[in-house]
């Protein structure tokens, strides 16, 4: 019988020998059967064993091999024929599938061991991917502390905010020891600690700028590490003898306006930069990285730009300011001068208004006064205060006229008068004065002055009287002269007034007029200031404290406005002086021109005779009003119909009637009744002349009452004077319309 | 009292009229009207004006008394009273009477009463001076004299 190699069954008397034989084949069968059992659980747990067929494989040769060994227990004792079959067969199978097995194998170690240095491989990529990841995560951080930092250094405009937040903002990412600003002195030789970190006021050490540590570091855009020894280095007081922790300095480019050239980026410009001196903490075992370079680096760039920033802003908020400051001057200048100006308007209107209204009472009174029975002498002082007083109303309104001048809304009137007389009668005002000085008076008027001419009397007067009035006024002795003629061209090649030539044509001439005094003369320097309005002449205020110091601002206002000439002459003080002015008049050729209808002035007594039995009729609703218009045109000598209706007036009104005088306070039955009369008289060539009378200003225009029909408009209150006038004007020229 | 002193007294009196301003230059021109054709002018018309205007005041009063005041009707009255006192100068008169026009614009009853309290005043102190002005005329004239004309001498500037 055949068994295999492993028992050896001739040798039966060794039961001992037999009995372990048989215990250890028991245990191996078990050993057999568990371990594929152990590798079916095993690789059922595990997901991704790709060998399972292997597995399989080898699972069944186990089986076998344990298979075989388990009958072998068998096969000790005598056994019949079946069990050596099977003992066979189980033999045969394990041979099979353990050649199948080991055949099999020669392809999968291969494989697996190329397992192995896979795994080796990835590991050791695992771990290089690792090391980069730490080197990314580190450059990001360092990344987001360049943005945190500039978010920072940027975020203030404000130099010193910007440097201290640097080294801050530094101090705390890179966890630094020291963090220190040098800064070029005003002359440019020496840096200057100006900021730190740790110490709160940095002493100002100074340290020369051409160390060659510095010009290392100037010369460089990198920061570059420095030994702690240099001298920019020392920044804290050492206590002991550990080694100061490494340090690094960068520059910083202090940036200005200038260096921005368009075409000509600086690049080796003559910059001024600063020094940025970093310590790490000299106990640890750190030292600078790469990234904490670049971050200084990048920092050190940003902050330049801030400065650069802030140095501009505060440049242009420099001038922000100082513009404002000038316009709120101005604004308070503008505003000041408007309130002077509303100030001196209001002045002079309330002055002008309060000071008529006694002015009116003394006239009135005085007139009144001059009518009783006085004594010469009481006469005399009467009339002295009534030409004073109208002297003072002349005045108030001179302040009247000023301003009216400045604003430029004076204007000139034209009206005829006789030039003649207007001399007389400024002789005949100043001879009193000059006489009560002792001072002599002579005129001259030239033979060839027209005796009539086109002009503003008025003012022409008041100028000739303040000159006069003035010379009279400083002089204590001596004469007064006054000469009046026509200006020649040719004695006006003068220096003094220079485009002006005095040319008479036919419809106008020049009147020169020259007062000479022997008074007290001026100072020449003087002169061109007496014609400001206000100034007097220092040296004669004591002397003469009267006299508000317009009227030869005045004098030349008016002398401009009818395109003249004044000005003085004199040849020093105590050798009097002398005013000669020149203005334009109009010529004309009647002796006797008619005023125009306005009628400002008293026309004198003309005898009533013009109009006797002038037949008249007054239309008045108002019963008081209409018998004063009566008695008013009866005491001209008028006959006079009265009607209380305009229907009344329509029913009375006749061709006899030359004149309609109508009461029109109430506006529009004014206008109908005119209309109304019209029609009566459409076929008649001379029907009744009609004027309107009335009170209201208001509603009074000139073009309105002409369009109805009416010859003619009088302002209410009408004096007798005032109605004698207008009958005159209207009988004569058919039309009369006062201006309002 | 001869009549030099009651002439004085009569100017002096005039002056006074119109230093306080009762009476303006329109009196003066009335007075300038009386001539030896119309030698009553003055009272003629100022005895007008007191008839006129005692109408109107009554008016007045009666037209603001009402309940529904017709303020067009008394704008009427104190428009007629105020034409009279200018025409005859009664300066007072006819300030109180424009016063009285603007508060009837607005219609302000009250203001329009103390006006018409204010017009009445000082038409009563105007008609008591009038009248105590033609009473000197009258002695004057009684005892011979005559009434000092009054030329206005050039009453503007």
Redesign the interface.
Known sequence: MESCNCIDPQVPADDLLMKYQYISDFFIALAYFSIPLELIYFVKKSAVFPYRWVLVQFGAFIVLCGATHLINLWTFRIHSRTVAVVMTTAKVLTAVVSCATALMLVHIIPDLLSVKTRELFLKNKAAELDREMGLIRTQEETGRHVRMLTHEIRSTLDRHTILKTTLVELGRTLALEECALWMPTRTGLELQLSYTLRQQNPVGYTVPIHLPVINQVFSSNRAVKISPNCPVARLRPYAGQYMPGPVVAVRVPLLHLSNFQIYDWPEVSTRSYALMVLMLPSDSARQWHVHELELVEVVADQVAVALSHAAILEESMRARDQLMEQNVALDLARREAETAIRARNDFLAVMNHEM?TP???V???S??L????LTAEQRLMVETI?KSS?LL??L??DVLDLSRLEDGSLQLETATFNLHSLFREVLNLIRPVASVKKLSLTSHLASDLPMHVIGDEKRLMQTILNVVGNAVKFSKKGCISITASIAKPESFRDARIPDFLPVPNDSHFYLQVQVEDSGSGINPQDIPKLFTKFAQNQSLITRNPAGSGLGLAICRRFVNLMEGHIWIESEGIGKGCTVTFIVKLGITDRSNDFKPPSL???LGNHGSTNFTRLKVLVMD?????R??TK??L??LGCDVTTASSSDECLRVVSLEHEVVFM?V?TGLDGYELAVRIHEKFLKHQDRPLIVALT?NTKKVTKENYMRVGMDGLIL?????DKMRGVLSELLERRVLFETV | MEV?QM??QW?DY??SL??EGFLD??FM??Q??Q?E??PD?VV??VS??FQ?SERLLKDLTFALDQNAVDFKKVDAHV??LK??????GAQRVKNACIDFRNFCEEQNIDACLRCLQQVKEEYCLVKNKLETLFRLEQQIVAVGGSI??????????
Do not use: W, Y
């Open positions: 008529r002015m009116h009472a006239i009135a009174l007139s009144l001059q009518e009783t029975d009534l109208n109303a002349t108030i309104n400002p002035k008293v609703d108002n019963g008081v009003s018998s004063v008695g008013l009866m005491h009461d306070c009170g209410k209150p009408v004096s007798v | 030099g002439q004085r100017l005039t002056r119109f230093l230059a329109q021109q009335l300038q009207l001539d054709n119309n002018f003629e018309v007008l004006f006129d428009h007629q034409g009279s006192s200018s025409s005859i000092p004309l009054v030329e206005p001498t050039q009453m503007s500037f």
